[in-house]
């Protein structure tokens, strides 16, 4: 019995056989033809045609990822850069090819489907003794073709043709991503590559850091920069993040460089940061106090030193030292002038019985006291008062001589004494003899007397 297969008759005994490569010749593409990753062998074109993995491939690119195709793969790109759908510039065959329904494919042909487009490889007849992408060599062995070598790609020219066994890869430099067919520059500052300063350039970037910082290994991040190490400061450093600070000693001001210390003049602040004069030192100063004082525990204030204590005075042993703010004065012996005669170490009496004492004052009684320059005014400096009281008499207290400048002026209190008030500044140094007159006026026994206190007063020269 013989059966025929396109025009070839076999008989009965070779029935089985034909089968067998009959089945052979439909499972193999192109007749023992293999094709590489990410293509499919259409059996009515006899070829091998690009798989679209976008419309194979089950969730192909994840989150907010857009699948593009490319011949021989697959790209995923953010939506957001990619706005247009990827259409292949390659023009489409003249008839719709049809995958192999062994490669995922149906055989229906759908309108709304893209038509496949050219391949990226040669086409080879299933005579060939090769599969397709390889070529036979003088040895008969099949050697890969480089069609990135031989320029028989379809990389779109900003693409990269990158060769593999039995085909290639059309992809993009670094720093670049296909959008549209074209390979476009990725602007890596606008996704936060630099944690400071960023510069885009084609294909690449550059990070750089604000002052203050430092680039890290990792040439993306910036690390502080702790400038006191350098020691720019005069005085003190104190490190901040991306800058620092100067500081000075106590008595220093920062200058206007911001790094060098000047000293600060304290006395220039006030004129009554000390009592007397003030002398400024580096980062310091000090309290001086004139002749006849000494700088208090405050280190500002003036104190009087009473020489007739410490005896560090001139006077001698028959002479009286008198201690005023100051200074002192040394007091000789009380001499009294006649007709007056002592009576007391300070007080000289004429007496009644004396014809000569007839219009003088019965007693004079020698008083000293101090006082500070320019002390404010009205003060009660000094109290006079009637030691003896006589019945029907009353007393008259009034300034008799010393007062030229009518600074003093008396205030009687009461019936038997009265108050020195000063009313006018005065200023020292200066010695006031002031002689206060005491009248005593009895009309009872018609009697009018006096007496005089010589009151000297030493003006110190400064107001403390």
């Known amino acids: 019995m013989l059966f025929e297969i396109r025009g070839f008759k076999f008989s009965s005994s070779a029935r089985m056989l034909a089968a067998l490569v009959f089945i052979l010749l439909c499972i193999q593409p192109g007749h023992g033809q293999t094709c590489t990753e990410g293509f499919a062998y259409d059996r009515r074109a006899r070829q ?24 021989g793969g697959y790209l995923c790109i953010p939506r957001t850069l990619y706005n247009q759908p990827y259409r292949p510039d390659t023009p489409a065959l003249p008839e719709p090819l049809y995958p192999d329904t062994s490669a995922g494919f149906s055989d229906t042909f759908d309108p709304a489907l893209p038509r496949s ?19 036979l060599a003088e040895d008969g062995t099949c050697n890969d073709i480089d069609e990135c070598e031989t320029n028989s790609h379809h990389c779109n020219p900003t693409q990269v043709c990158i060769n593999t066994l039995g085909g290639y890869t059309c992809s993009c430099t ?49 690390q502080d920069v702790d400038e006191c190490e350098d020691e720019p400061c005069t005085h003190g450093c104190l490190n901040t993040y991306g800058s620092f600070m100067c500081n000075c000693d106590e008595g220093f001001e920062l200058a206007a460089d911001g790094t ?6 304290e006395c220039s ?6 009592q007397h004069r003030c002398v400024n030192a580096p980062g310091s100063f000090s309290c001086i106090c ?12 003036c104190e009087d030193v009473n020489e007739c204590d410490t005896g560090s005075n001139n006077c001698t042993t028959a002479q009286v030292c008198f201690n005023f703010q100051g200074g002192y004065k040394c007091l000789d012996p009380l001499q009294c002038e006649l007709p007056y005669i002592e009576v007391s170490d300070n007080q000289c009496m004429c007496s009644a019985e004396n014809p000569a004492c007839r219009d003088r004052p019965f007693t004079v009684l020698y008083r000293h006291m101090d006082l500070s ?4 005014v009205p003060a009660d400096i000094f109290q006079m008062q009637a030691t003896t009281r006589y019945p029907g008499a009353f007393y008259i207290f009034q300034i008799k001589s010393g007062n030229d400048g009518r600074e ?57």
């Open 48 to 71: 091998c045609i690009d798989v679209d993995e976008c419309r194979t491939l089950a969730d192909a690119c994840r989150g907010d990822m857009r699948c593009v195709n490319q011949n």
């Open 117 to 135: 487009v050219e391949p990226s490889y040669p086409r080879v007849r299933s005579t060939a003794p090769c599969t397709l992408g390889y070529t």
């Open 174 to 222: 670094e720093g670049y991503w296909l959008i549209g067919g074209q390979c476009q520059d990725i602007d890596e500052c606008r996704y936060g590559y630099c944690q400071q300063l960023c510069a885009n350039v084609p294909g690449s970037y550059s990070c750089s850091c604000n002052p203050g910082f430092i680039l890290n290994p990792d040439s993306r991040t910036c």
């Open 260 to 265: 060098s210390c000047i000293d600060l003049d």
């Open 269 to 274: 602040f006030s004129e009554f940061l000390c």
């Open 290 to 301: 004139p002749p006849g004082y000494y700088v208090y525990e405050d280190g500002r204030s």
């Open 373 to 376: 320059s320019g002390r404010s």
């Open 408 to 464: 003093f002026y008396m205030r009687q209190t009461s019936n038997v004494s009265a108050t020195l008030v000063l009313s006018r500044p005065i200023k020292g140094p200066r010695e006031v003899v002031l002689d206060l007159e005491m009248v005593t006026v009895n009309n009872v026994i018609n009697f009018r007397g006096s007496s005089i206190i010589r009151l000297t007063i030493f003006v110190s020269e400064h107001p403390f």
